[in-house]
């Protein structure tokens, strides 16, 4: 699917499932609004669904996408850049946060290459999808071209078809690459008009003196392009990544099928702006997995209008937060399937 054919066939949100499942909810076993967010997510899932009760959104993947960032020249971390390389093997090897994680939430891991810089050894387990060798340094010329920002969105388009051919019914962007937070802040700046210091954040830990030069670096960037929240792929391709560029596609991919989608950090998040600025009717399959400390994410998620499941001061990125959310995505859409009502039950109402 290319974009545009994409684009022209996102739906909004069932109305009447969603309706549905609010009504179900008071006439189910339980004091009403007492489950509290959970029920909000049982509700929008039957709304993507376009049933109520909604089917179980099992089984998921994370999709985890790497690549890495020129803007890494103007000393932005002090992770050398190779990390990214390195991560992504360990990530293949089973020894990263989220592979960890994954398992005990009945996720299935999914590794694609779409612009890391070093040389990625092969592994049965790894998608090479590049496309191209990383960004370029976004301080001094567009991250990349507007023709690669096109291709990374239809390769994430791409693989929501191929998940959900395979059976997937829920997926989790997640990602990987050095100095990746330093274009989500920038994103999340032009997408909403906040400044620069107030969505920059400490990313894989740095300490004052880089997060004030980190600031300076988002802001000459950003006025370097004066992007504009009217041409989102202008925007990506600008001050984004081409992790950013894939999840981009993934959500549209996953709001044309209407699979739903949970969200990570500040990378997935400010990925999601972009998607809602080309697609509105996107953010309905969103679900805010977890509310990441890095600043950017809480002004994205409000942007978005989500409220994140958890908040636990994390900011790893990987797709973690996503997956440690998603049984309580799951776990929602049970409690419209499998509690009784006060007539099935016999109980009285009050």
Same mark, same amino acid.
Request: hydrophobic residues 50%.
């Given at each position: 699917?290319?974009?545009?054919?994409?684009?022209?066939?996102?739906?909004?949100?069932?109305?009447?499932?969603?309706?549905?499942?609010?009504?179900?909810?008071?006439?189910?076993?339980?004091?009403?609004?007492?489950?509290?967010?959970?029920?909000?997510?049982?509700?929008?899932?039957?709304?993507?669904?376009?049933?109520?009760?909604?089917?179980?959104?099992?089984?998921?993947?994370?999709?985890?996408?790497?690549?890495?960032?020129?803007?890494?020249?103007?000393?932005?971390?002090?992770?050398?850049?190779?990390?990214?390389?390195?991560?992504?093997?360990?990530?293949?090897?089973?020894?990263?946060?989220?592979?960890?994680?994954?398992?005990?939430?009945?996720?299935?891991?999914?590794?694609?290459?779409?612009?890391?810089?070093?040389?990625?050894?092969?592994?049965?387990?790894?998608?090479?999808?590049?496309?191209?060798?990383?960004?370029?340094?976004?301080?001094?010329?567009?991250?990349?071209?507007?023709?690669?920002?096109?291709?990374?969105?239809?390769?994430?388009?791409?693989?929501?078809?191929?998940?959900?051919?395979?059976?997937?019914?829920?997926?989790?962007?997640?990602?990987?690459?050095?100095?990746?937070?330093?274009?989500?802040?920038?994103?999340? =700046?032009?997408?909403?008009?906040? #400044? $620069? !210091?107030? /969505?920059?954040?400490?990313?894989?830990?740095? +300490? &004052? *003196?880089?997060?004030?030069?980190?600031?300076?670096?988002?802001?000459?960037?950003?006025?370097?392009?004066?992007?504009?929240?009217?041409?989102?792929?202008?925007?990506?391709?600008?001050?984004?990544?081409?992790?950013?560029?894939?999840?981009?596609?993934?959500?549209?991919?996953?709001?044309?099928?209407?699979?739903?989608?949970?969200?990570?950090?500040?990378?997935?998040?400010?990925?999601?702006?972009?998607?809602?600025?080309?697609?509105?009717?996107?953010?309905?399959?969103?679900?805010?997995?977890?509310?990441?400390?890095?600043?950017?994410?809480?002004?994205?998620?409000?942007?978005?209008?989500?409220?994140?499941?958890?908040?636990?001061?994390?900011?790893?990125?990987?797709?973690?937060?996503?997956?440690? =959310?998603?049984?309580?995505?799951? #776990? $929602? !859409?049970? /409690?419209?399937?499998?509690?009784?009502?006060? +007539? &099935? *039950?016999?109980?009285?109402?009050?």
């Amino acid at each position: 699917m290319t974009l545009a054919e994409t684009l022209a066939a996102i739906r909004p949100a069932d109305t009447s499932a969603a309706v549905r499942a609010a009504e179900r909810h008071v006439r189910l076993t339980k004091p009403p609004g007492s489950l509290g967010v959970l029920e909000e997510v049982s509700v929008r899932l039957a709304g993507i669904a376009g049933e109520c009760p909604p089917p179980l959104p099992e089984p998921a993947a994370v999709v985890v996408f790497a690549a890495d960032h020129g803007v890494y020249a103007q000393g932005v971390t002090p992770w050398p850049q190779e990390v990214t390389v390195q991560m992504v093997a360990n990530l293949l090897a089973g020894g990263a946060v989220v592979s960890a994680l994954a398992p005990a939430a009945g996720v299935s891991p999914v590794i694609v290459d779409v612009g890391v810089a070093g040389e990625v050894a092969d592994h049965p387990g790894l998608l090479r999808r590049r496309i191209r060798s990383g960004t370029a340094d976004m301080t001094v010329e567009p991250a990349m071209r507007r023709d690669e920002a096109i291709a990374a969105i239809e390769l994430g388009i791409a693989l929501a078809h191929e998940q959900v051919a395979a059976g997937r019914r829920c997926l989790l962007p997640g990602d990987m690459g050095i100095a990746n937070t330093t274009a989500s802040a920038a994103l999340i =700046a032009a997408l909403t008009g906040a #400044a $620069a !210091a107030g /969505v920059t954040g400490r990313g894989t830990g740095i +300490d &004052d *003196a880089m997060l004030a030069h980190k600031v300076a670096v988002v802001e000459r960037a950003l006025a370097l392009h004066t992007p504009s929240v009217s041409d989102p792929v202008g925007v990506v391709a600008a001050v984004g990544g081409l992790e950013h560029a894939a999840t981009v596609g993934l959500i549209l991919g996953a709001a044309e099928l209407r699979v739903p989608v949970v969200l990570d950090g500040v990378i997935s998040v400010s990925s999601a702006l972009v998607a809602a600025a080309l697609a509105p009717a996107s953010v309905d399959v969103l679900i805010a997995g977890h509310r990441s400390a890095e600043p950017g994410s809480a002004t994205a998620l409000s942007a978005l209008g989500l409220t994140p499941l958890l908040d636990l001061g994390m900011r790893l990125g990987e797709g973690s937060g996503g997956v440690l =959310a998603y049984p309580l995505v799951v #776990a $929602a !859409a049970r /409690v419209l399937r499998e509690v009784a009502t006060f +007539d &099935d *039950a016999g109980v009285s109402e009050a």
